[in-house]
């Protein structure tokens, strides 16, 4: 009976941790106000995937996203994947979203979490938050931001790439 409950403990550790390592399918929206379902990104075969949890209010956001944006352009040249700036601001602050956007320059694709569902699915408790997903599979994760982590960020995508 003692190796049944143990078994039967570890197939639903291994199943609650394959399931933890997915991007749960929520609904999101684009600046222009269409719907976008996370599964689409899940979907993206063969390149990687970088989503980045960020707000309006969150300086070291702001930060991550700025230096994010200043290498861009020469990390797509050299490397295959795609970039998601998730803004977690309410509906109270994300009609701020699309003039700060604008106002920065950012050149990358973002979407909103207004009522930080997607946010709540994954358990993120504070942002910046930064994952990277491969074939569907969550294969990196940071919390926080530190000047220079957008290096470590662009050394995964080009590992996985």
């Known amino acids: 009976m003692s190796k049944m409950f143990t078994a039967a403990i570890l197939i639903m550790v291994m199943q609650f941790g394959a399931n933890a390592q997915v991007l ?8 222009g106000g269409a719907n976008f379902q996370t599964q689409q990104l899940n979907e993206i ?3 990687p995937v970088v989503l980045s949890f960020w707000a309006t209010w969150c300086i070291p956001c702001l930060n991550e996203l700025t230096a994010i944006n200043d290498n861009l352009d ?10 998601y700036a998730i803004s977690e601001d309410d509906s109270r602050t994300a009609k701020r979203v699309p003039a700060l956007v604008n106002g ?5 694709n973002v ?8 946010k709540r699915e994954l358990n993120l408790m ?13 294969i990196y994760r940071q ?9 470590e960020l662009y050394k995964i995508i080009k590992e996985n790439q």
Do not use: H, R
């Not at 920065?104 to 990358?108: E, L």
């Not at 919390?143 to 290096?151: D, T």
């Open 24 to 31: 749960p399918n929520v609904k999101l929206s684009t600046l």
């Open 45 to 47: 075969e063969g390149k």
């Open 74 to 83: 020469d990390w797509k040249k050299e490397s295959k994947f795609e970039f």
């Open 104 to 108: 920065k320059g950012w050149n990358f």
């Open 111 to 118: 979407l909103l979490d207004k009522n930080q569902d997607l």
């Open 126 to 138: 504070n942002i910046p938050y930064t994952m990277v997903i491969k074939d569907g599979k969550i």
């Open 143 to 151: 919390a926080g931001y530190v000047a220079g982590n957008e290096n």
